[in-house]
């Protein structure tokens, strides 16, 4: 005689694994898989959940953690950013001043034909400086 399918067998067999010969053979094994067929159909079934619900479970949530629930506080945080950005800026902010420029350009131009006829490499000037400054 053959032996009836167990539980775990059953919700294999809902499941796809395993074959299904043994439930075509067994009227009380059949029927017991249409029964966890119907049930599982009824379980997974979708169901509506009005705002009410989810706002009442969501104060529920709350009150079990033994918060208060956030209300429109997110926007605090990036507001006090903001408002630092803008006092560091403001104490920050110096305008820039015109360079003074005494030279006429009779100099400008002495000085670019100057650089224009050296030989020495413009790289080598600041080399100069120091050599300057230990004379005096």
Not at 45 to 53: H, L, W
Not at 67 to 76: A, C, L, M, S
Not at 119 to 124: R, T, Y
């Amino acid at each position: 005689m053959n032996r009836h399918l167990t539980s775990d067998e059953l919700i294999d067999r809902l499941y796809g694994i395993g074959s299904s010969e043994h439930l075509d053979n067994c009227r009380e094994c059949s029927a017991r898989f249409r029964q966890l067929r119907e049930r599982r159909a009824i379980v997974a079934e979708p169901r509506p959940a009005s705002y009410e619900f989810l706002a009442a479970q969501r104060r529920n949530i709350y009150a079990r953690m033994g918060e208060e629930p956030q209300t429109g506080r997110k926007w605090v945080p990036a507001l006090a950013a903001a408002v630092c950005l803008v006092a560091a800026g403001v104490f920050v902010y110096r305008p820039a001043e015109a360079p003074r420029t005494e030279s006429t350009d009779a100099q400008l131009f002495s000085d670019v034909y100057s650089m224009e006829q050296s030989m020495e490499p413009l790289a080598a000037s600041p080399i100069h400086a120091l050599f300057e400054q230990d004379q005096q």
